[in-house]
């Protein structure tokens, strides 16, 4: 069982940046792929960006590449989401999401994502 607790979420104004963490609970961290999803009020959990083990591999959606940077620090078992340039679209709950390496490294669906924290806010104004 891996426990995910994600933080930094907050308002911010449009242009701004925001830095989301993610810590989690598991000694194995090294062995699960991560990844970063959001969901805005009325809409389906959208997948934002995604990283291997070992960090060598990331993956973007379109809208936020660019403007997003996903990394991890294994040694701290944790993993990062810089956010840049926000905008108002970008407002959601954000989730920290776990992949079982065992079932491949990469994924951008939500039922390939074994465990979940519970979310953090961002908020940009306009």
């Known amino acids: 069982q891996v426990t995910l607790v994600e933080s930094g979420g907050g308002l911010v104004q449009a242009g701004g940046s925001l830095r989301l963490s993610c810590a989690a609970s598991?000694?194995?961290?090294?062995?699960?792929?991560m990844a970063w999803f959001r969901q805005a009020p009325g809409k389906e959990r959208e997948f934002v960006a995604a990283?291997?083990?070992?960090?060598?591999?990331?993956y973007y959606l379109d809208s936020v590449k660019g403007r997003f940077t996903i990394s991890r620090d294994n040694a701290k078992n944790a993993v990062s989401l810089q956010m840049s340039s926000l905008i108002p679209e970008d407002t959601a709950v954000y989730y920290c999401?776990?992949?079982?390496?065992?079932?491949?490294?990469?994924?951008?669906?939500?039922?390939?994502?074994?465990?979940w924290g519970q979310g953090t806010q961002v908020t940009v104004s306009s």
């Open positions: 598991e000694r194995t961290f090294s062995t699960y792929a």
């Open positions: 990283i291997i083990l070992s960090g060598g591999g990331t």
């Open positions: 999401a776990a992949r079982d390496s065992r079932r491949g490294y990469y994924a951008r669906l939500v039922r390939d994502y074994d465990y």
